[in-house]
């Protein structure tokens, strides 16, 4: 089974800090995907990154980066210089594809990470 | 993207009564999805809703009291039967276009409170 663990129930930091949210995932499946969404106070749920097993590759965006490391079946997520409206639950995840044997495409969360940027 | 929505946003509703959810994508999606999120908690799927035949249910989810329609490939409905308090969520519907590697989007939410 699939399990998607997210360590940390809540940070707070002042802004301008960076802040790495951590994410440790389970799955006996070579092909997976990872994601990280974001769900500010409005509720809607923002989708941030996809990582492919086979790319190990790290990705920056803007402010934002991922650190994805097989080895320790880690895909952790780091804001550069925080802002305020960075305030929000974000949450990793994971699924498995159709052709993998029980795969369904469906995503298993971890429980999420409440950060809050304070001015 | 798609862009998704749902109806109703939210709502409050009595005990044993039934509401029924849409979900509305404005392109042909190959899946949709309903998700709970419980208050404070993470998200779990309810089911995958098929197109022309019965959803797929996960452990714990039956049938009776999540029916999902999905008569073509831009539209869903979650019905919450018999409703009770420990039913107040928020209720997402997720949808995924094309291949495995593609992301799924989700619904503004519904949110649901059961008095």
């Known amino acids: 089974a699939q399990k998607v663990t997210q360590a940390q129930t809540e940070i707070s930091v002042v802004e301008k800090e960076d802040v790495t949210l951590d994410c440790v995932y389970e799955t006996r499946d070579t092909t997976y995907y990872l994601f990280w969404y974001k769900q500010p106070p409005s509720g809607e749920l923002v989708f941030l990154i996809r990582r492919n097993s086979f790319d190990e590759q790290n990705e920056i965006s803007g402010r934002y980066s991922w650190n994805f490391q097989k080895s320790t079946s880690s895909f952790n997520f780091t804001i550069t210089a925080s802002q305020v409206v960075d305030s929000a639950v974000y949450f990793c995840?994971?699924?498995?594809?159709?052709?993998?044997?029980?795969?369904?495409?469906?995503?298993?969360f971890g429980k999420g990470t409440k950060l809050t940027v304070n001015p | 993207s798609a862009v998704i929505s749902q109806k109703p946003s939210r709502d409050i509703c009595q005990r044993g009564t039934s509401l029924t959810i849409q979900c509305q994508v404005d392109s042909q999606v190959t899946m949709m999805f309903w998700y709970r999120q419980q208050p404070g908690q993470s998200l779990t799927l309810i089911a995958t809703?098929?197109?022309?035949?019965?959803?797929?249910?996960e452990s714990g989810f039956v049938i009776d009291k999540f029916p999902i329609s999905r008569p073509n490939l831009t539209f869903s409905t979650l019905t919450v039967s018999n409703m009770s308090p420990e039913d107040s969520s928020i209720y997402l519907c997720?949808?995924?276009?094309?291949?495995?590697?593609?992301?799924?989007?989700f619904g503004p939410g519904t949110r649901l409170t059961v008095l």
């Open positions: 995840a994971l699924s498995l594809p159709l052709f993998n044997q029980g795969g369904s495409e469906k995503l298993v």
């Open positions: 809703a098929n197109q022309g035949s019965e959803a797929t249910y």
């Open positions: 997720s949808v995924k276009a094309g291949g495995s590697y593609n992301e799924q989007f």
